[in-house]
């Protein structure tokens, strides 16, 4: 894979965790109210059948929301998942670049509400929402 392959905009993911080591690279781009993430699916991101796994599309829908809360809220508070509910609309198979492309609906002081697309090649595949509890960053 060489950089031609990844859309414009997009930078190295800057966050990383160990659940989402094993299917780096991963990428990120920022907008006025989100932080899209994406990647170039491959044969780590897959299930049995040679499709994206759904699971996949959960942990990195669950990641995208949460910095999106995050970044609207000019990342001066972290969140933690309370719910995240998940659609799978359709499927994608390697070598097609996915993106998840969230949404804040709504920010308090305890709880952000979000929702995402998750796109292969631009169709929708997945369409998830999440609730994320506002936990103050330790000083």
Known sequence: MTDTDIPDGFEPLFRKSPLTEPWEPLYSKNTAKAV?????LARPHTNGRGLIHGGLIA???DNAMGYSCALVTNWTTSFV????????????EIGQW???ESDVIKTGKTICFAQCLIKAD?????RASGTFRVVPKKG
């Open 122 to 126: 631009g169709a929708v595949i997945a």
């Open 36 to 40: 899209i993430v994406g990647l170039r």
């Open 81 to 92: 998942t309370v719910s995240l509910s998940v659609d799978f609309v359709g499927s994608a």
């Open 59 to 61: 942990a990195l829908a």
């Open 98 to 100: 996915c993106s998840i």
